[in-house]
């Protein structure tokens, strides 16, 4: 089945877990017969251009003076998909996310007489509260022919909002393994910050928001710094706490310890990742929204390198406790200190989770892997 109608508001040059996972697997599933219809954002034409799949962009932004301000999206993206479906008469009705995205796919396909497979990532189930919104979403996911959950924490989420377990398929993000690898040229990185190669680095990537945790983390690397631990510590990404860490930095003391160096290359990042000792995203829950999986632990493990993460929402699919990293309480900067010191301090146990964590993504992570899986989701409906 390689017929698709793809529904996806976050698609390349987008950032994001989502937006990387849409492109590299249907990319991988089929060529022009796979319709993404997508967002229209800049820098578009370039990727579209590259890309095998047939892509579709719209204007998806909201519309402030509307009630609701997301109607006018809405509109577009089920009046561009009805008509691509009707054309074409799609094998499947694919949607990444339940909202907005799986409500038009579920609508779509029924008037197409199509099965729908909806994904879901996890942080967008627990920040809808439980008003208007998160009982569209849950119609969705409920309605669906197929749900694909991102970990194991996702699943049992979907679970308590009643989606049948018979329809629940658990695939895990993916990383390409021709990127992410060990052994690349870090030349100019540590250098460029001025840290010596008697120094351990830790680095961090995402969007700088509170659930990620940076800002435990950098009362954690204060803490290990004053205990006399030759650490720095480099954040990448950009996002609302910006001020917020520099304001921590600055407070600790830490301006030639912590690094902020803002948003990271695509070339960049995969290096980052070889030049670091040590992953880290102590991610906790904040008002319900956690991180769903953690793609990033991945891309650190393709490349070689353990990770410490938090307890809370779907990390645990990415980083197995004691065996591909550590995963310890993100509230607590005891907690967090404590990770950090025996990463940095026992070297024997850091390579030991290396070892397995890189064994792991190739056998369990590379695209070639989520695709095989998407491919069975598709054949079975």
Not at 74 to 86: C, P
Not at 135 to 142: I, N, Q
Not at 157 to 171: C, F, K, N, P, Y
Not at 292 to 317: H, N, Y
């Amino acid at each position: 089945m390689n017929r698709l109608l793809v529904l996806t508001e976050l698609f390349l040059p987008t950032k994001g877990g989502t937006a990387v996972w849409a492109a590299e697997v249907y990319k991988r599933l089929g060529g022009k017969e796979i319709h993404i219809v997508t967002s229209d954002v800049p820098g578009a034409e370039g990727v579209d251009v590259a890309h095998p799949n047939t892509i579709h962009r719209l204007n998806l932004k909201r519309v402030p003076w509307l009630r609701p301000e997301s109607l006018a999206m809405y509109a577009r993206f089920f009046f561009k998909s009805l008509a691509l479906a009707l054309i074409h008469r799609f094998d499947a009705v694919h949607a990444f996310r339940a909202l907005p995205e799986g409500l038009v796919a579920w609508a779509v396909a029924r008037l197409t007489f199509r099965p729908v497979v909806i994904y879901a990532h996890g942080e967008e189930l627990t920040t809808w509260g439980r008003g208007g919104k998160y009982k569209t979403m849950r119609f969705a996911l409920c309605h669906a022919d197929h749900v694909i959950a991102n970990s194991e924490h996702t699943r049992d989420t979907l679970l308590e909002m009643g989606v049948d377990a018979m329809r629940i398929t658990v695939i895990y993000p993916g990383v390409d393994v021709s990127v992410f690898m060990p052994g690349l040229d870090v030349s100019g990185l540590r250098e460029g910050l001025g840290i010596r190669a008697d120094e351990k680095l830790v680095f961090s990537v995402g969007r700088l928001s509170r659930r990620k945790g940076f800002d435990q983390m950098i009362r954690a690397v204060a803490q290990l710094h004053a205990e006399g631990i030759p650490v720095r510590y480099v954040i990448a990404g950009i996002g609302e706490d910006a001020d917020y860490l520099d304001s921590l930095i600055t407070e600790h003391n830490v301006q030639g310890v912590v690094h902020r160096i803002g948003a990271v290359s695509e070339a960049d990042l995969p290096r980052w990742m070889n030049a670091c000792d040590v992953f880290a995203m102590p991610n906790r829950e904040i008002n319900g929204d956690n991180e769903g999986f953690g793609m990033v632990f991945i891309e650190a493990a393709a490349c070689g390198k353990s990770s410490l993460a938090g307890m809370a929402g779907g990390t645990g699919s990415a980083v197995l406790h004691d065996e591909s990293g550590i995963r310890v309480d993100g509230e607590a900067v005891s907690s967090v200190i404590d990770g950090m010191r025996r990463l940095l301090l026992d070297s024997v146990y850091r390579k030991r989770l290396e070892r397995f964590a890189l064994q792991r993504v190739e056998r369990e992570f590379a695209w070639e892997r989520v695709v095989e899986k998407t491919r069975v989701v598709g054949e079975e409906l």
